[in-house]
């Protein structure tokens, strides 16, 4: 089967990293994409996955970054130069956004991609029996726990669908 490219935001690791199940996320049929200025943000390192192949990190050249700081003053919302590096690379390459930053899936959305978040992830770890749905129950809770920002009533939907 074709693999799926998505390029991924820093909030959406941070999720997975809470939930105890990045390591099983890296197995779904993806090719994971990011930045390094995305990369920096997110404070425990992924540098393993990138030296093992499984996230591939776009270095942006000047060039480029001159062309992000100018996408980043055309977005109709406010977002970081971070957020738009990830805007570029996945127009680019015409890959699903993994975030769950509500201004960034606007602008994303806005330029025509397909914007997913930490429950899509989810449901596919389930699809491709890499967790069953009772760890994804207590990966959800873990997450709901910390505070991280996820939509409320999609996340009681799975929980009791998942319990």
């Known amino acids: 089967p074709v693999s799926t490219v998505v ?3 820093a909030n959406i690791f941070i999720d997975l990293q809470i939930g105890q199940v ?16 995305v990369l920096d943000e997110v404070e425990d390192r ?15 050249s000047g060039d480029e970054l001159l ?14 130069f971070e957020d738009c590096t990830l805007l570029k690379l996945a127009d680019h390459l015409k890959a699903i956004m993994l975030t ?11 330029m025509g991609l ?15 029996h890499l967790i069953s749905p009772k760890q ?5 809770q873990k997450m709901m726990s910390a505070g991280r920002r996820l939509p409320a009533d999609e996340c009681q939907i799975r929980l009791r669908r998942w319990a």
């Open 100 to 110: 769950g930053d509500g201004n960034l899936r606007f602008c994303a959305e806005s």
């Open 22 to 37: 990045l390591n099983n996320a890296f197995q779904m049929n993806c090719i994971f994409h990011t930045t390094d200025a």
């Open 67 to 80: 062309d992000v700081a100018i996408l980043k003053n055309q977005q109709p919302r406010r977002i970081s």
């Open 46 to 60: 992924l540098d393993d996955y990138a030296d093992r192949g499984l996230l591939r990190v776009k270095v942006m």
């Open 7 to 9: 390029v991924q935001d």
């Open 114 to 128: 397909e914007v997913r978040g930490t429950l899509w992830v989810l449901d596919n770890m389930i699809e491709s």
């Open 136 to 140: 994804a129950c207590v990966a959800l």
